[in-house]
């Protein structure tokens, strides 16, 4: 689908201001009067409070107030649990300021408020605090076991338990029953380690109480959803709230949160009664912002012997951190309905178990769900594809949804409304050029090369464009999954376009000016995008889950639909003709059979006069719209990736990488390749690099840049990427997700190549992050377990 706007590279005009010094991040701004906070967090993990005295540190230099948690009390309420996801969640109240025990090292147990952030700083080193150490709880295994308690109070470190049951459902049939008939059953446990989300920007908010509002700039992806909870759980009014997302450096899902800091410094402003600010350091980023991942998947799986997969079966345990976050609880479950991926399962069982660590709380991360079941389930049929002796591609083929077969009803429920999975891995084969690098695989394996090549496979689906608000009802998520847009028409013809959408490195001013541009036959560079402000854009869902374009988009088009059809009543009555017989098209009004017309500018400034206006025409064409989707949005695709493995070291090279994403019809094919090359290296470095790693007094150790790896354009290669176009059936553009798709594809195509690589030498499985000294251990590991097996030296 292209038209003058719709499929073109435009780029992002968002950019100019971004790239040179005009940008307004939350730190850059500066109050009259504002003041600065530090906050001192706990260095233990699990520990009561014995005393805390605070005095010194309000008398220090420049030192305004100090507020504890037994100061607050009464007014700082807890952070919110939106999704429940079970009627009896447990959950220990997770204060903005702890009072007397603390269940993750960097929880907040103290706040200084002073004129500068330095003099802020340093009255924390006069803070006298003492502990009383308690036990940890660090493993998902241990913490199943109630062993020890990461929370006593609750008397379990379970926090819900959630199934899903195709039989129950109606979906399918019984899973255990299933895969117990089955000729061949593979179980299999992988590991998702945890990840920090390591957003460009740190977040920061300033709370300003002066005014008739409470105003807070904060850097978050979700200003309408902040404002809300900000009022439900501080007992502020919500019309006395105002939030403002300005100019956000990168959030993943990061800032898909309601935080202790900004509940802080709202008490903070409120105490003062002036303007506050906090910024958080690196190091406090990577410690208190929420973490992602972290789950161990427990996977069976039945087939019959020529291939054809009988049953699925998963059980998943998911660390929760100390608390429930804003929708951690509900990350897991996301998941649960594309284990069974792109494939014709009959009988499917899910069940996941909700657990409590100290740990710092996990949350969304890219993908939120999705990429942990697209990995379990594709490193899963890659096994099966050993198992039985076959080829990876040609396994899924047999068990994949035909392009024919569609629109397919799911074993879990789901409608997948459109899809052509045959189209995207033929295109990713061909230029993969997969025959040529299987010979040479051969050959190597042939001749003992000390490299060994690898051949990884990955053939995705997710469910994006978060949500139909009845399937979110469903799961006992407190919100909908609605957006809303206003369109309005300017005099001089421009147009403002505010969207309930929270961008925050997406491209969103310039994809929304397109189709706008487009469908109001405007030019593009007269359509400007307001957002970010909860008094600007007063209704709005904000930005995750792929949701931008196919939910926040489909606002945009409705509302400018309906400026179209107000304009078309204003043209037939000054064109003289009957509204049966106006035509638009690029933003003209015609009369059919006619030469006769007029510009939408015309009607918008003939409707600004309203000087001759139809009778009972209200003089306005500015038209809102709220978009609810039926159903989900499914992009798809299949990823390739050529790894080569030095078998003496277990350093991994990723020699090659091709995807063939279908994301439906495309906006702007500049800002899809962003995405995707963006999604890819996340993806990827969670295979290789990334884990946030604590050590067995619950310390994190991977606590700055240092320690905690990210990839560089070094140490990845250049993607080789192409599109199939399946348009969407569930939009009015055709157009599907694509901010996640690399990350929930790449990661199993990663860790199944370095175990195709190494499968002759007896490694089954590879624990991210694949290190040289993992992979290393592996191939050393298995070398034993092959020596043991056959009575050798070990």
């Known amino acids: 689908m292209t038209t003058a706007e719709i499929g073109a590279p435009r780029t992002r005009k968002e950019d100019q201001r971004l790239i040179t010094g005009h940008s307004r991040y939350t730190d850059n701004m500066v109050l009259a009067g504002m003041l600065h906070i530090a906050l001192l967090r706990s260095p233990f993990a699990h520990a009561k409070i014995t005393s805390l005295n605070v005095d010194a540190a309000r008398t220090a230099p420049g030192v305004v107030a100090v507020l504890t948690g037994k100061d607050v009390a009464d007014e700082q309420g807890a952070i919110p649990s939106a999704w429940p996801v079970t009627p009896d969640q447990k959950a220990a109240p997770y204060l903005p300021i702890a009072i007397d025990h603390v269940a993750f090292a960097g ?59 195709s039989a129950a459902a109606g979906t399918g049939g019984d899973a255990e029953k299933a895969i117990a008939d089955s000729e061949v059953v593979l179980e299999r446990t992988y590991y998702q380690q945890r990840l ?107 087939a019959n012997r020529d291939g054809t997969v009988t049953g699925l079966s998963v059980n998943l345990l998911a660390d929760m951190g100390a608390y429930q976050s804003l929708i951690g609880g509900g990350i897991p479950i ?25 740990k710092v709380v996990t949350g969304a991360y890219r993908g939120a769900g ?30 994949w949804i035909r392009h024919e077969e569609f629109p397919f009803t799911t074993v879990a429920g ?58 979110l009802g469903s799961l006992d998520y407190a919100a909908g999954g609605w957006e809303h847009a206003q369109v309005r028409m300017l005099p001089t013809g421009q147009v403002e376009v505010v969207t309930g959408i929270s961008p ?35 209704k709005g869902l904000d930005t995750y889950g792929s949701r931008s374009l196919v939910v926040g988009g489909m606002a945009v088009v409705a509302a400018a639909d309906k400026v179209i059809e107000k ?16 035509e638009f098209s690029g933003g003209r009004f015609g009369v059919k059979g006619t030469d006769s017309g007029m510009t939408m500018a015309e009607i918008a400034f003939a409707v600004f006069a309203a000087h001759n206006l139809p009778d009972g025409f209200e003089p306005s064409l500015d038209s809102d719209a709220t978009f609810d989707p039926e159903n989900f949005n499914f992009p798809h695709g299949t990823h390739l990736a050529a790894v080569e493995v030095d078998t003496e070291t277990g350093r991994v090279n990723l020699r090659h990488y091709v995807c063939v994403d279908d994301i439906g019809n495309v906006i702007n094919p500049l800002l899809v390749d962003g995405q995707v090359h963006g999604g890819l290296a996340q993806g990827i470095s969670q295979a290789l690099f ?22 560089s354009a070094a140490d990845l290669p250049s993607f080789d990427t192409a599109r199939t176009v399946t348009p969407a059936l569930t939009n009015a553009l055709g157009v599907k997700g694509v901010g996640e798709a690399g990350t929930i594809a790449s990661t199993p195509a990663i860790i199944n190549g370095i175990v195709d690589a190494l499968r002759p030498y007896g490694v089954g499985d590879i624990r991210m992050p694949a290190t040289p000294a993992t992979v290393w251990h592996a191939l050393q590991n298995a070398k034993a377990h092959a020596g043991d097996s056959t009575g050798g030296a070990s």
């Open 107 to 165: 929880e907040i147990v103290a706040c200084v408020v002073a004129r500068t952030a330095a003099q802020a700083r340093d009255a924390l080193d006069e803070i006298d605090i003492d502990y009383d150490e308690l036990p940890v709880v660090l493993d998902l295994e241990e913490a199943f076991t109630d062993e020890v308690l990461a929370q006593p109070e609750l008397g379990t470190n379970l926090s819900a338990k959630w199934v899903f049951d």
């Open 196 to 302: 920090i989300p390591a957003f460009m920007e740190p977040r920061s908010v300033i709370v300003d109480p002066t005014g008739d509002q409470l105003t807070m700039w904060s850097a978050t992806q979700v200003p309408h959803i902040l404002k809300l909870m900000l009022a439900l759980s501080l007992g502020i009014p919500e019309s006395k709230v105002r939030v403002i997302a300005p100019d956000v450096g990168g959030g993943f899902g990061g800032k898909l949160a309601v935080t202790t800091e900004e509940f802080i410094t709202v008490l903070a402003a409120r105490h003062t009664g002036k303007p506050c600010k906090y910024t958080e350091t690196r190091t406090e980023s990577l410690t208190g912002a929420h973490h992602g991942r972290a789950q161990v998947q427990r996977i069976k799986i039945g």
């Open 334 to 358: 996301l998941g649960a309905f594309m284990y069974n991926a792109i494939y014709k399962f009959p009988a499917y069982r899910f069940e996941c178990n909700n657990l409590f660590t100290n």
């Open 370 to 399: 999705r990429p942990e079941a697209t990995y379990a389930i594709e490193r899963a049929m890659d096994d099966l594809a050993a198992e039985l002796g076959v080829d990876p591609i040609e396994l899924r083929r047999k068990n």
């Open 414 to 471: 789901l409608e997948y409304d459109s899809g052509n999975y045959e189209a995207a891995t033929d295109k990713a084969l061909e230029m993969f050029d997969y025959d040529a690098l299987r010979a040479e695989q051969k050959a190597r394996r042939e001749s003992g090369d000390v490299v060994q090549l690898g051949i990884g496979v990955s053939t995705y689906t997710e469910m994006c464009g978060l949500a139909p608000s009845r399937v």
């Open 504 to 538: 925050h490195g997406q491209g969103h001013e310039t994809s929304y000016s397109q189709i706008v541009a487009d469908r109001l036959g405007v030019p593009f560079d007269d359509v400007i995008i307001l957002h970010g402000d909860t008094q600007v854009a007063q």
């Open 567 to 582: 304009a078309k009543t204003v043209a037939a009555h000054l064109l003289e003709a009957n509204r049966d017989d106006i």
């Open 690 to 711: 990334e884990e946030a790693v604590y050590d067995s007094s619950g310390t994190l150790v991977s606590g700055s840049f240092v320690d905690y790896l990210l990839p």
